[in-house]
């Protein structure tokens, strides 16, 4: 479960700017701060307006930024967590440090 | 009518299409003619597809003579009887290039209706692309029994116990938990969607409790009872709905995907907008 911070336009944050609501949610377990700040929450019982005109009533949670660049964002974020923990693997088992 | 005004009829006719006002040489007119851009396709209708049809022909399935056609994204008005009005969409497949010569307009017919009696009425169409018929798609997953198994593959269940499933019925999809212990059960699609020209998912339904009701989108068809969604909406309240979920900004292919841990749900359309 992660705290997130919501604006007025129920897009994400990772950090509150004091005018923000919080968020308790697991949907973004696991994911980097870039991925987290490309969606859109939108609490249960809360309406959302899309610019079209389109309401979509919450709780929805979709991405705001081109999902594409969200998911670049976070694959590159698991490679760098995969080499950091094959550096620390090699370190444990006899690397120097 | 003289030879000279018939020339002059014919230098006329060129240049209503070129937008030219200049006159024209004898000469001159077969290379004005070649450079006019006459559309590349055709709209026919006719309750059987054309034997021999050429490429880009659009042909529409009725009984109802076709009096003239309009292409475009809103619904022209009733005035003609067997007016045909083809949707036009965005993106995707179908398409083909409306022109012939060097420029390009690409057209992505999405779907057809047609005045018959004075009122619009949904008619099927294809398309006739690289020797083969294509259908028009709306973006329709699912409809009242109907897996549109072309674009989605067909529907697979998460769960086929006696509990805890779900019932692919001639009219309608319905979640099942018969059992004191429930847990939840999923649909997928089988093949993914390229959603990229959409901006809606919709699905028209009818819930009798509102356990753990979710839709969206997935990267994966294979994780059971609990989708892992990329982009979703969890509905709440009950009695017959049609819900949403934005999905303007999700790019690329996904799965669609239906979970529900309650019973019964019924589930009517599911649709791409």
Same mark, same amino acid.
């Given at each position: ?97 | ?33 070649? %450079?006019?851009?006459? *559309? ?23 009984? =109802? ?5 309009? +292409? ?30 060097? %420029?390009?307009?690409?057209? +992505? ?32 997953? +699912? ?12 529907? *697979? ?24 212990? =429930?847990?939840?059960?999923?649909? +997928? ?28 989108? =997935?990267?994966? %068809? ?11 909406? =969890? ?25 529900? %841990? ?12």
């Amino acid at each position: 479960m992660k705290t997130i911070y919501i604006d007025s336009e129920f897009r994400c944050h990772v950090t509150d700017d004091g005018t923000m609501t919080a968020v308790e949610t697991s949907f973004f377990d696991g994911k980097c701060d870039a991925f987290i700040e490309g969606y859109r929450f939108v609490p249960e019982g809360k309406t959302w307006t899309r610019s079209d005109g389109a309401t979509f009533t919450g709780e929805m949670i979709a991405p705001w930024k081109d999902y594409a660049e969200l998911d670049s964002a976070q694959r590159e974020y698991e490679r760098e967590r995969l080499a950091d923990a094959e550096n620390a693997l090699a370190i444990l088992y006899g690397g120097a440090l | 009518m003289a030879l000279t005004d018939k020339l002059t009829a014919i230098g006329d006719a060129i240049r209503l299409q070129s937008e030219k006002t200049g006159k024209l040489t004898l000469d001159q007119m077969p290379g004005e003619i070649a %450079n006019l851009q006459p *559309l590349n396709f055709k709209v026919v209708g006719g309750t059987a597809a054309p034997s021999n049809p050429k490429e880009n022909t659009i042909w529409v399935d009725t009984s =109802t003579a076709v009096s003239e056609w309009v +292409y475009s994204d809103h619904q022209p008005d009733a005035s003609i009887n067997g007016r045909v009005w083809i949707k036009s969409g965005s993106g995707g497949d179908p398409n083909f290039d409306a022109l012939k010569g060097k %420029n390009w307009i690409f057209l +992505y017919p999405r779907f057809t209706k047609q005045v018959v009696n004075g009122v619009w009425v949904d008619k099927t169409a294809k398309v006739y692309l690289s020797g083969a018929w294509k259908d028009l798609w709306d973006g329709t997953l +699912y409809d009242s029994g109907n897996q549109y198994d072309s674009f989605t593959g067909g529907w *697979l269940a998460s769960s086929d116990d006696t509990v805890n499933y779900v019932a692919f019925q001639s009219d309608k999809i319905q979640f099942f938990n018969t059992g004191g212990t =429930t847990m939840p059960v999923a649909i +997928y699609t089988k093949k993914k969607i390229d959603v990229s020209n959409f901006n809606t998912l919709q699905i028209e339904w009818n819930l009798s409790r509102d356990k753990d009701v979710k839709f969206g989108l =997935t990267n994966s %068809n294979t994780t059971g009872n609990a989708p892992s969604f990329t982009a979703s909406t =969890t509905v709440t309240g009950t009695g017959s709905k049609v819900s949403t979920l934005d999905i303007s900004s999700a790019t690329g292919e996904f799965y669609v995907s239906v979970t529900a %841990n309650c019973s019964p749900i019924e589930l009517f359309k599911i649709k791409l907008i």
